[in-house]
């Protein structure tokens, strides 16, 4: 290794004027720039896949040889090549050592590529099915990735004679400490996982998880947050959602609503059914399939009760409250227009016969009126 070094002060006799020196200097860093920009446009062009895999392979290597090569050419040319070679024989880096470093970073890249290849490959083996959601394969090529990285880290020390079990020793304590010290978001971290893969519901759907209802705006390894009604976030820990009931009313894509009217006893039952149904058939904000139901729930304490049930498409904090504002106006015009009374809560008082017998008259209110000369009485 210390001959070929030697060896590239060659390049330094040839070219001994300094502008010629700074222009090869110029020129590999130009090459060396050139390949960098390429294989950077040649990923953002393939995409991902095995091929653009595969390329990127062949792009990492010739970048790295150009790299290598252009620091050879420009050791030489500024007549460097002994000064290195003296350096590295007073560090006592011989060639084994030499081979121990590029075959460090042979596997750093190699490992860098290998991830983008598995990237692809899961792209490919996950992404044609229905079952499995983007955020899911996402989550798949994250752990994936870190566990990878992680394997390559251990080969590196032990290429590097270094003593692992100190480390896994100190890596089992630090662990157990933080899993003490963490309960709660391990617990959710799990959870988070659990969720990922099982899909209760997706980003988008309408579901009410214990007393929060809302639209899943986010679902995170830690945490799932939802947007209310109101256009609030509620922030659900993992492990809270995973242990509560889960409903979700827009798993078809499709919200049911429900708006509760009373008439008085005396109306008739079908009309005021029939004039209800018509009241909503125009809206245009209701999905005509599932078909809206009218359905008599019960007495109340001042008038029949009926629920009127009717789903929206898409469903959203303001299309729901919308749809719900376009039913009770358009029932309440229908209504009135047809002489329907929705009548107020009423109380009737009445004296059971007998009630207030044995009681006696009251007494009477002692007079007070004042004596004239101001005395009381």
Do not use: C
């Not at 084994?96 to 990237?119: A, M, P, Q, W």
Request: charged content about 20%.
């Amino acid at each position: 290794m210390n001959e070929a070094l030697v060896g590239l002060d060659a390049l330094g006799e040839q070219y001994a004027t300094v502008p010629e020196r700074l222009a090869i200097t110029l020129l590999a860093l130009a090459i060396v720039s050139l390949m960098a920009w390429s294989v950077a446009r040649l990923r953002s062009e393939t995409g991902e896949g095995l091929r653009s895999a595969v390329l990127d392979l062949a792009g990492s290597i010739a970048l790295v040889g150009s790299a290598v090569g252009a620091t050879a050419v420009v050791i030489g040319v500024w007549g460097q090549g002994t000064t290195v070679a003296f350096a590295l024989a007073r560090a006592n880096v011989g060639v084994d050592t030499l081979g121990t470093v590029l075959l460090t970073i042979g596997l750093l890249v190699g490992t860098f590529v290998f991830v983008r290849f598995l990237k692809g490959v899961i792209g490919e083996l996950l992404g044609g099915h229905d079952a499995v959601s983007e955020h899911q394969i996402e989550v798949t090529y994250r752990i994936t990735q870190v566990g990878t990285y992680l394997l390559a880290l251990l080969v590196v020390l032990g290429i590097w004679n270094v003593d692992l079990s100190g480390l896994l020793i100190g890596a089992g304590v630090l662990g157990a400490v933080l899993g003490l010290a963490a309960q709660q978001t391990l617990a959710s971290i799990f959870a988070g996982f659990v969720l990922m893969f099982s899909r209760p519901f997706e980003i988008g759907d309408w579901v009410q998880i214990g007393d929060n209802e809302g639209i899943v705006s986010d679902i995170t390894i830690v945490s799932t947050r939802i947007q209310t009604a109101d256009g609030e976030y509620a922030i659900l820990p993992n492990d809270e959602v995973g242990s509560r009931t889960i409903i979700n009313h827009s798993r078809k894509g499709r919200l049911r609503l429900q708006v509760s009217v009373g008439v008085d006893y005396d109306t008739d039952l079908d009309r005021a059914e029939a004039v209800i149904r018509e009241a909503i058939s125009d809206i245009d904000r209701l999905m005509r399939v599932p078909t809206p139901q009218v359905v008599v729930t019960g007495f109340g304490d001042s008038a029949i009760e009926f629920d009127v049930r009717f789903w929206i498409d898409k469903p959203s904090a303001r299309r729901r409250w919308r749809a719900k504002q376009a039913v009770i106006k358009s029932i309440t015009e229908a209504f009135r227009r047809e002489g329907i009374t929705i009548p107020y809560p009423q109380r009737e008082l009445s004296d059971r016969e007998g009630a207030f017998e044995g009681l006696g008259e009251p007494p009477e209110a002692p007079d007070a009126t004042p004596q004239a000369d101001g005395g009381e009485e």
